[in-house]
């Protein structure tokens, strides 16, 4: 039965299938051999290899050369693929080059700003007003004004944004240059471009400040094959190779041994489950011998281990009805060497993303969902999350990329004139901007337009609420504190990764490459107060005492809140309103002289004049740090050090409060308080105003709350509002 099982999940892709009784018998002590002979007939022979393509010029892999070929200052990834803007118009080309045959590669747009993409030869010369599409021999498409660039420039093509993929193809044999946004081909761009001895082109790039993009030439799948040549080949042989071994792993869980009819039973791909039987984990141990060095590599993780999983997810339902994902990890853990299922980890999540990061948007927002459905699976189990929370999370992915949604800037290529077909305004105004009629007055036609408007947005709403509702679980994920192994808590491990996170985006101290873009921190915080505000709601109905927020961590009389006025309200209302609560509990006795109304002109004093105000204690709680440099105003960055105390206070397990203690509380200023003023009174557990504090900034009852609080946030003189203001609609179920 044994040597039945061996030739079922290994069969020869050579030679037809036999009667069983004519086979020669296999057993494990064979297996090893038998498996390099399978392998050996995957690999392409040597007359059938293709050989060298010729056309292309340089080195493999193809990178970004920063030693010689680029002009102004630049930021570059350590793996030479993105890049950043750090001049007035930087440019830069790759390291290998093309002179005949047909040729690709793809830009994955991280910020939608000035930049002209395309291609250039050697001779071209840049400086930090001229770039690619600038001079005779480079060609550019620039999405950001909509235009083409040689010398001259036309209109073309349409407005690209963050997130989307620019193809770049060029023909030489045609003398033809054309680009593709998310797979759409724009048009020919160029024709009857340079050609002949001595003419070859490089993939180059001019970016102005700050701009930012990420290369692929063939290291990884292209998102949109085009039926070109990547320039940098692809792993052939060992793609092969990996796709044989996987197809060796599907028939190991799609067969099961039954010793008591000694016979073998197909499952279906649903019922596919590993139960751990020996000859099972031996089979497979033989398998990832060859399988295990190859999941290190990024192209096949993406291309092969990648869609594999999302293939087992592809049937729906919750993410604990597929147990298989977390089986394979236990899998990987055992018969892996532990560098090689890091790498392999590693790989995986930065895939996926890539992949979630620039997905085009869809009415349903079905890529979104299905990438975040695997890094959900992948993240519940414990071993494989506490890895990524130590090594990966907020330092790799700075960005917090999956707790973002991109906003969609066509509306036709997002779907949403099908989803929303008609608009409507609640009310009318007339050219003073007054109302010009009453809302009784709204007519049939009124009425079917608003129906329609509001059942749209629901729709909209909904999907919406099923990508930020898989955002939260990740989130809860890595709140986890009940792990089951032993070291530290996946809890502890995110909280302190977290403060680090805030603070280096709060004082601006991290590199430049590392900094969260305020929009995505919106997103991200919007989701956590949504996480954090579940682990409340759970606590308190699984605690016989009444939850709160102790106020004294919010205010103890030694921090200067001075950047946090509008943070749930003025500092002096909460301070009216929170008094009594703050003398019960921390000894903290508030003077009326010390309650004054700020303005919103405060805001505006000079950091170092702010800074000198503050006290020496002022470091007792993550100390006063400098206003970071993509907001104006204290927004965020102050948020950040108030949320992650909220969330640290919320997620470590306090002591209950001592016996009610007799404090003194002053309610009128020295001169005018009298014996009758000053009463002794016992300390309340349950402050309902610090409650309400703190609910006020969590999610209420509609998802979108945060996101409109987020919008309050930010300085009204800030230069980017109307555009993230409106985007935050998008993205943070505003719709209704």
Not at 427 to 440: A, L, S
Request: proline share 6%; hydrophobic share 35%; glycine share 6%.
């Amino acid at each position: 039965m044994l040597s039945d099982y061996l030739h079922h999940v290994f069969p020869s892709s050579k030679q037809p299938p036999t009667v069983a009784s004519l086979r020669k018998p296999l057993g494990f002590q064979d297996l090893g051999s038998h498996l390099d002979r399978l392998l050996a007939e995957a690999e392409p022979c040597e007359e059938s290899r293709d050989p060298s393509v010729e056309g292309r010029l340089g080195p493999q892999p193809v990178v970004l050369d920063h030693t010689s070929g680029f002009e102004g200052l630049l930021f570059v990834d350590d793996d030479l693929l993105g890049v950043i803007g750090h001049s007035n118009f930087s440019s830069i080309r790759a390291t290998t080059c093309v002179y005949q045959g047909k040729w690709a590669y793809e830009v994955l747009i991280s910020s939608q700003g000035l930049m002209q993409i395309g291609w250039c030869t050697l001779s071209c010369r840049f400086n930090q007003e001229e770039g690619v599409g600038d001079t005779p021999d480079s060609y550019a498409y620039d999405g950001n004004r909509v235009r083409k660039w040689n010398v001259t420039t036309t209109n073309y093509g349409k407005s690209w944004a963050a997130g989307d993929i620019v193809s770049c193809l060029v023909d030489l044999d045609e003398g033809t240059i054309t680009f593709c946004l998310n797979g759409q081909s724009l048009g020919t761009a160029f024709s009857g471009i340079k050609t002949g001895p001595g003419v070859a082109y490089f993939p180059a790039i001019s970016l102005s400040f700050k701009e930012s993009v990420a290369f692929n030439f063939g290291s990884r799948p292209l998102r949109y094959p085009s039926g070109y040549l990547p320039l940098q080949d692809p792993p052939a042989a060992d793609l092969l190779k990996a796709h044989r071994l996987l197809g060796f792993i599907k028939n190991v869980l799609s067969t099961c041994l039954d010793p008591q009819v000694s016979r073998l039973q197909e499952k279906e791909a649903a019922a596919w489950s590993l139960h751990g039987e020996p000859t099972v984990l031996i089979t497979l141990a033989h398998i990832f011998n060859h399988f295990a060095p190859l999941m290190c590599k990024v192209y096949l993780v993406e291309d092969v281990l990648m869609n594999f999983l999302l293939g087992i997810l592809e049937g729906g339902g919750s993410v604990d009805e597929h147990p298989l994902i977390q089986q394979l990890l236990d899998l990987f853990w055992l018969l892996m060497e532990e560098h090689e299922v890091n790498e392999c980890l590693k790989q995986l999540m930065m895939s996926l993303l890539r992949a979630y990061r620039f997905s085009p948007i869809i009415p349903d927002l079905g890529f979104q969902i299905h990438y975040l459905r695997l890094t959900t699976a992948i993240l519940r189990h414990e071993k494989s999350r506490k890895y990524l929370l130590n090594n990966l999370t907020f330092d790799v992915l700075r960005s917090v990329v999956f707790f973002y949604i991109k906003t969609p800037l066509r509306v036709k290529e997002a779907g949403l004139e099908e989803l929303i077909p008609t608009t409507w305004w609640p009310t009318h105004f007339d050219k003073e901007g007054k109302d010009e009629r009453e809302p009784k007055d709204e007519s049939s036609d009124e009425r079917l337009r608003r129906r329609a408007y509001e059942r749209g947005c629901q729709r909209l709403k909904k999907r919406i609420e099923v990508v930020e509702d898989l955002q939260v679980q990740i989130l809860k994920l890595l709140l986890n504190n009940k792990d089951k192994t032993t070291g530290e808590a996946s809890r502890y491990i995110f909280l302190n990764k977290f403060r680090k996170f805030l603070q280096e985006n709060a004082s601006n101290r991290g590199h430049p490459t590392a900094l969260c873009p305020p929009e995505y921190m919106v997103c991200f915080l919007h989701r956590l107060v949504a996480a954090v505000r579940s682990c409340w709601d759970e606590g308190s109905r699984k605690s016989l005492s009444n939850a709160y927020v102790p106020p004294q961590l919010f205010y103890n009389g030694k921090v200067d809140y001075f950047d946090l006025q509008r943070l749930g309200g003025l500092l002096s209302h909460l301070k009216k309103t929170l008094k009594d609560d703050l003398a019960c509990k921390a000894n903290v006795v508030i003077d009326p002289a010390e309650i004054q109304t700020a303005s919103m002109d405060d805001l505006d004093e000079d950091e170092e004049s702010g800074a000198a105000q503050r006290p020496f204690g002022a470091a007792a709680m993550g100390g006063a740090l400098a206003r970071p440099s993509w907001l104006s105003s204290p927004t965020l960055g102050r948020a950040n050090r108030f949320l992650s105390t909220a969330a640290v206070s919320l997620m470590t397990p306090r002591r209950p409060l001592a016996q009610p203690e007799k404090v003194k509380v002053r309610s009128l200023a020295v001169e005018q308080r009298t014996e009758e003023d000053s009463e002794w009174r016992p300390a309340r557990t349950n402050p309902p105003t610090a409650i309400a504090s703190f609910h006020f900034l969590s999610v209420s009852q509609s998802k979108g709350a945060m996101a409109t609080t987020a919008c309050c946030w930010g300085d009204r003189r800030r230069s980017p509002t109307s555009q993230s203001q409106t985007s935050l609609c998008w993205r943070s179920s505003t719709a209704s």
